[in-house]
């Protein structure tokens, strides 16, 4: 049966339904806080850091920032709760959304949930820099859960502030949004307010701190439950003799499954068993999840921590922290300057997330047997290959796909090979590949032509895989390792010594390449997969000809524009508005979002549906004369140099 290109909508438990809303003020916003009503609450409501036991929740309010101001906001995203943005004025969302204002109806908790951390069981975890405000009926007559995330300190916070500042709270505020419209199921955002008050950090735990501004993420979901939440009941671990702080309570986490499964599943029938609805819940969530992580594979996303307390139980991305979107294809990308391990890796997430799976079922043994959960698993390397195989063909154009699947794998597999030994730009590959057409072979050497400009340079290879160390060092220490081979018998401390060795050896290889000779060799390797690509585009338009093989390509060509992004959040575009914004111009996190809110789109011109500027940015903007031009020609080149040397922790 031939793949049907279609435009994917979202589903309803994620996006909801957007209509118009004519709501003049937040005190409008209808509460409906039924997790609080149905779940265990503790009745302490101090922010004095401790372990929370037997409760699911503890009310905790935000603490007050001086001078909020609202660097910018998603108005699409405020309308899943009824807020026609054009009506409410941007010194109330900052008051509100800042936690400076308590609405009518809000009753403001920390949520108390546990994680493996880096493969390691933490114990109790919880948030530690989130409030949640309630839950909202919005205007489709879904409920949301809205959370402030950086808004102050909580029974979690340990030895933190419950802050966050502007460089991590733009980086979440526009990748939220920018998932969103990438169509990657997400948590939303729907505004970003900082603030006159300063937090000190240090930014790469290198012993340099400096003050930041305290800024404040609303985050909008159905629910922001997680893997984790289901863990607080976990007894100590055999590694790290941690427990959850409601060690053994199967009640509790009776009460917790049920109450997920009756409100955010209602797919899975009422009559079943109390079992047989928990097994299917496990179902429902591992396949989410394969789902999810497919969809980051096909467009470069890396998370960067994916422990058990940052996945979501909806299968939404969640908790946008070090994340990074590739630029040069590289499999053993990491976007997280901590994970010196490499564990949260590109290509070892769709692993993590399945480890992370087994973690669940042991945490809801007590209610429903790992004998019964953990076969599901199956399901989750069935669904997460047919759905990444539908989003490549896609991707690619392929229509045919009755027995092609081992084909099309291998022409998948040897595409990444080409992109990794080039160097090749992930999300300009593509476009690029938009523009072969099958039955002009001519077209294949102005494609080649274009693919190798999206190549990095052997000088650019080279500072990608040089080595922290010098030839002396390392071989001083591999001696070391030979004469002592216990030394390094903890596998952490083998993983970042072994990259450091492969780097050593490819940098070595590359050092006699010139640049002629690179642009040589990625041309030949284009060549030869183009010609493979050609040969299995032709058996899409097999006997067509004419008007119709000319419709075909044209139709193929579309496909592929609205599966391939033209834009996304790269990290040195994210960086070039956390920049301005920290010198008080808003402009650019504004101009951002316009774009990533448009990410297929190939026309340049603001549209009638773009987001109203707030007045800071604005005023801001008027003042510095920054904001350049609305295009997104700016982001379709390769990215700068500079961009290579970013690290974000």
């Known amino acids: 049966m031939p793949l049907t290109f279609i435009t994917r909508k979202p589903s309803l438990v994620v996006y909801g339904i957007r209509r118009a809303a004519q709501m003049s003020s937040l005190n409008e916003l209808r509460f409906d806080n039924l997790q609080l009503s149905s779940l265990p609450v503790e009745a302490k409501d101090t922010v004095q850091s401790r372990a929370v036991p037997n409760a699911c929740f503890s009310l905790v309010k935000p603490t007050p920032v001086e001078n909020p101001v609202l660097v910018c906001a998603a108005n699409n995203a405020l309308e899943l709760l009824g807020v026609n943005r054009s009506l409410v004025k941007d010194e109330e969302l900052a008051e509100v959304f800042s936690g400076n204002q308590l609405l009518p109806g809000s009753k403001p908790a920390g949520h108390c949930y546990c994680g493996h951390q880096f493969g390691y069981f933490s114990g109790q975890l919880g948030d530690g820099a989130a409030i949640s405000l309630g839950e909202v009926i919005g205007a489709s007559e879904q409920r949301w859960e809205i959370q402030l995330k950086g808004a102050g300190l909580t029974p979690f916070s340990r030895t933190a502030d419950g802050r966050k500042v502007l460089r991590s709270s733009i980086r979440e505020f526009l990748c939220s949004e920018a998932m969103h419209h990438l169509r990657i199921p997400t948590t939303r955002a729907g505004t970003c307010v900082t603030s006159d008050t300063w937090v000190l950090r240090d930014k790469f735990y290198d012993g340099k701190s400096a003050n930041e501004r305290s800024t404040i993420v609303l985050r909008i979901s159905p629910t922001f439950l997680r893997f984790g939440s289901f863990q607080v009941c976990r007894e100590a671990d055999e590694c790290t003799g941690r427990a959850g702080p409601s060690p053994g309570n199967v009640e509790l986490l009776e009460k917790l499954t049920d109450f997920t499964i009756n409100t955010y599943f209602p797919q899975i029938p009422a009559g079943l068993s109390a079992e047989e609805r928990r097994v299917a819940f496990f179902r429902e969530v591992t396949e989410s999840t394969a789902r999810l992580v497919a969809e980051w594979q096909c467009v470069g996303f890396c998370h960067g921590v994916l422990n058990t307390d940052n996945m979501s139980i909806l299968g939404l991305t969640i908790d946008y922290g070090p994340f990074g979107f590739m630029d040069a294809f590289d499999p053993d990308f990491i976007c997280n300057s901590s994970d010196e391990e490499g564990r949260y890796s590109y290509k070892k997430q769709p692993e993590m ?46 229509k045919k796909t009755d027995g092609m699947d081992d084909d099309d794998d291998s022409l998948i597999e040897s595409l990444f090979e080409t992109m990794q030994k080039t160097g090749a730009d992930f999300t300009n590959t593509f476009l690029v590949l938009a523009t072969v057409k099958a039955s002009a072979e001519e077209s294949m050497d102005r494609c080649v032509a274009e693919l190798v400009k999206q190549c990095i340079s052997i000088a650019e290879m080279r500072e990608k895989c040089k080595p922290n160390m010098s030839r002396g060092q390392l071989a001083q220490l591999l001696q070391l390792i030979q004469l002592q081979p216990g030394l390094f018998g903890d596998s952490r401390a083998m993983g970042p010594l072994k990259r450091e060795m492969d780097n050593a050896q490819k940098h070595a290889t590359l050092e006699s390449v010139s640049e002629e000779s690179k642009q040589t060799e990625d041309k030949q390797q284009w060549t030869h997969w183009l010609q493979a690509y050609r040969k299995r585009l032709l058996l899409d338009v097999e006997g067509l000809e004419g008007t119709e093989l000319t419709k075909a390509e044209q139709d193929r060509e579309i496909a592929m524009a609205s599966s391939n992004p033209r834009v996304v959040l790269r990290n040195y575009i994210a960086q070039q508005a956390i920049t301005k914004a920290e010198a008080g111009d808003y402009s650019e996190v504004q101009r951002v979002l316009e774009l990533v809110q448009r990410p297929f789109d190939p026309d340049t011109e603001p549209d009638d549906a773009r987001e109203e500027v707030p007045a800071a940015a604005a005023a801001a903007a008027a003042a510095t004369a920054s904001i350049t031009c609305r295009s997104f020609e700016d982001f379709l080149k390769r990215p700068p140099t500079w961009a290579a040397g970013l690290k974000v922790s």
Do not use: F, I
């Open 353 to 398: 997330c399945r480890w992370n799976l087994e973690k669940l079922a042991e945490a809801l043994d007590p209610v429903v047997s790992e004998e019964k959960t953990l076969p599901m698993l199956d399901r989750y390397d069935e669904v997460y290959r047919t759905h990444y195989m539908e989003r490549m063909r896609q991707k690619l154009g392929l």
